[in-house]
Every structure is written in C-alpha cells, then in structure tokens.
C-alpha cells in the first residue's frame, strides 16, 4: 500500500514536470542597444558625411556606422521603393512589361523641368512600364518614376500611401515619404501630397535606407540588371534622350575604380539632402550595401559621394574578410545541444542556411555561441532549434535585427525522439539522461 502510494506520488509530480517542460523554456529578452546600429567602428575611418553605413546585404550584418539612426533627407534615392513596388506589381501581374501607359498633365510639367534629373515625356504619348524603369534607375527620372507610381495606384496620393505602407512592412517607423520621385513636395504642383507644407521632402535614417536596399536586391535581384548600366537610349517616337547613369562608379563613367565594381544602386541629391548615395557590390562572394547621405555636393561636377563611398569600401574589405559557409556546417564552440527527454542525450546542429559572416582581421577566432542550452525531445531532421550568435575576440558581431548580436538560424542535423512516459519516469527516479 505504501509503495503503490509513492509511485502514484512521484508519477503526479512527474506529470508536473513534463507539463512544465512542454511550455517550453523562458528566457530572458536582452535590451536593444540602438547606439550600435547609430554608431558602429565610426572612429575607424574618418567620412566627411552627416551619416553612413555598410552591411551585408544578405544577412545585414554592420561593418560600420556613423550616425546611421539619424533621419535626413534621401531625395532619389527614394525611388528605390518605386521600384520595389513597380517590380511588385509585375510579379503580381497587375503590371507588364510591354504596357504603354500616357503621363498626366502635372507629369509632364515635372518631366520637362531642366532644372530636375529627367527623361522628357510628352502630353498624349505612350510608353512602355519598360521604358519607365529604366528611365527612373538609370537617368533618375522624376516624371517616369511619378508615372509609374500613377499607373499602379491611380494617382499620387494613393501611391505614396502604399510606399509607406510598405516601409513599415520593413520595421521602418519613422521614415517620411511624400512623393514617388524624392522631389520636394511642392515641386509636384497639383500632383503635391495634400496637407503638407510645400518644403516637405522625403526622410529615412542611413539604416532605413540599407534595409531598402537589401529588401529591394533579396526579393529582385534583377534589378541589377538595370542599375549596373552606364548608358541607355530612351527613344520616344523618332526622338532618343541618351541617358547616363548618374552613379559614376559605374565602368565606363568617371569615378569607376576597378577595385570597387560596383553594380548598382541609386544616386539622390537635393539642397536639403545634399549628396546621397546608395551603393552595392560584389566582393569575395559576398554582397556589400553601403549607404552616405549628406555629401558635399558644390555642384552638378562634384564627386564627393562617390569619394566617401570608396574610402568606406575601402575600410571594409581591409577591415573585413567575408567567409561563406553551406548549409549544414557546424559551428565551433556550438556543435551540439542538449534534448530533454530525447533517445539521445544531445543533437548535433549546423547552420540552417548558407551564410555569409564579415569576420573581422584581426587574428582572432570566429566563435559561435547559441541562444539555448537545451530543447525539448521530438527533434526532427533540419528543425530550427535555436540561433547562433557570433564573436571574434570579444567583439560581437552585430546585425540590422540585432544590435547585441547576429541572429543566424541553427538546425538539428539528425532527428531525435522522445521516450516514452515511462522511460521518463524511470530516469526522473533513478536518474540517467
């Protein structure tokens, strides 16, 4: 009687603890350090810039900040969600290629303005969403860029409404966007967002701008394509505007380096803005997005974007080596985790995906850590179980999403099963993993 007693006792404090378990682990959440994504190696190298930043574009790990959290003015670079949205629309088949679309009256006056970057377009005439794009990557076009924006929504107003939306969809809270080209506001005439004084330009921080980028270069990658151009003729019935890619960077343009290949993105200049510039390239099988805004800019001549740009490139591919590692690698000082309850002890993880980590050259070793000390028991084949969070040295290795440290997903290599309640029981007793 006594020994049926105890058993029923323990068997009740075991189900006790089983549903413990099965709510899974609480951990404590760490708090953000913002000042890290503002100001990351700034003291490294010296930009004469308001603000900057350089990431992975894949996985948006810094390589470097300076006052990147500050909001200023982004002028043409805005268009870069023109774009995004405009590719949308065509993956979404609500846009084609090949469909002829005719500007407004208010579009027409913006896009024979000498005093802006433009493509003329004509009152009655037609032209292709094709055309459009490229005129708005490559010649930085105001009225192609309002035209688009037009077609998709059906007007301005309606447009700009979706761009901010889709920002936020981003985390971006705190960027101001009132039109589709990065004009001030009252340089659109009829076509200026209602309600806002006419000085009112479009405004993100230098991080805003690099999650831009990088959504813009992870969804469509095509897009490449077109901002690596240099040159292209936009022809509008027998008559051709020769267009020129207003990134000098560009082979074939005048601030080309061929130590900085550079593939895109976009210029942007207003006297609010001054000189912006966001720009991308490929280096050892890695992506680089980096972003200056606020450059000196003397005049239509001065190249000072694309002087800061280099020397910040410059400062990651000395600072920085990109290792690449698969899918599946396992990752020092983080190889395996304890299951509780599982037919194994432990089970060893690797890298969810392939992943690209900036590891610092400084001599020291890249070493993961991961965000759980145990998992609870069914593991399955390529589950995620945790993250890794890097360092080298002691210097964490820090993201966009994570200012205290890089998030990559970690995944159980082989499946683990859980043991049966009984099998349970008899280790909570007599112990035993």
């Known amino acids: 009687m006594f020994f049926s007693k105890k058993i029923k006792r323990v068997a009740i404090t075991t189900v006790a603890a089983v549903s413990i378990f099965s709510c899974g682990a609480v951990f404590a959440t760490t708090p953000v350090n913002a000042d890290t994504t503002s100001s990351y190696q700034a003291d490294q190298v010296k930009l004469n810039v308001k603000s900057a930043i350089a990431i992975d574009s894949d996985s948006g790990q810094i390589l470097y900040a300076k006052n990147a959290a500050q909001t200023l003015p982004i002028a043409s670079m805005t ?39 433009n493509v003329p377009l004509k009152l009655g005439h037609s032209y292709t969403i094709r055309q459009l794009y490229q005129a708005t990557l490559i010649e930085s076009a105001n009225g192609a860029a309002m035209l688009l924006g037009q077609t998709i929504a059906g ?8 761009m901010r939306a889709q920002v936020k969809k981003w985390g971006i809270e705190d960027a101001k966007i009132y039109t589709a080209c990065g004009l001030p ?33 992870s969804a469509f990658p ?20 020769k267009m020129a890619n ?23 200049t207003t006297d609010a803005a001054g ?3 966001i720009g991308t390239v490929q280096h050892n099988g890695a992506r680089l997005l980096t972003v200056v805004m606020g450059a000196r800019h003397r005049d239509g001549t001065d190249p000072a974007r694309f002087e800061q740009t280099k020397k910040l490139m410059n400062y990651v591919f000395t600072k920085y080596r990109p290792v690449t590692m698969t899918a599946g690698s ?28 900036w590891d610092p050259a400084d001599g020291k070793t890249l070493v993961a850590s991961l965000n759980k000390k145990s998992v609870e028991a069914p593991i ?40 049966n309640f009984f099998v349970r029981i008899w280790r909570w007793i007599f112990g035993g993993r």
């Open 79 to 117: 268009k870069l969600v023109t774009v995004y949205l405009t590719l949308q629309a065509i993956k979404n088949h609500k846009l084609s290629w090949d469909q002829k679309v005719k500007p407004t009256a208010p579009i027409v006056k913006v896009a024979n303005n000498a005093e802006y970057s």
């Open 155 to 162: 007007s301005q107003k309606a447009f700009i409404d979706q």
């Open 222 to 241: 095509e897009v490449l394509e077109t901002t690596r151009l240099a040159h292209l003729n936009f022809k509008d019935a027998g008559h051709v505007t």
């Open 380 to 419: 399955k084949k390529d589950q995620t179980v945790g993250d890794y969070q890097f360092k080298s040295g002691n210097e964490k290795i820090v993201s966009l999403s994570n200012p205290n440290g890089m998030n990559v997903k970690a995944k159980a290599l082989s499946a683990n099963n859980k043991v």
């Open 330 to 357: 396992q990752m020092n000082g983080a190889k395996t985790i304890k299951v509780v309850d599982g037919d194994n002890a432990t089970t060893n993880l690797g890298l969810k995906q392939k992943t690209t980590i």
């Open 275 to 277: 000189a912006c510039f």
């Open 246 to 268: 207003f990134n000098w960077m560009l082979k074939g343009l005048s601030q080309y380096d061929q130590a900085y290949p550079v593939d895109g993105l976009k210029t942007g």
């Open 185 to 217: 506001n009252g340089n659109l005439g009829k076509d200026a967002y209602p309600g806002v004084n006419k000085n009112a330009e479009n405004t993100m921080s230098a991080k805003d701008m690099a999650i831009v980028g990088q959504k813009l270069i």
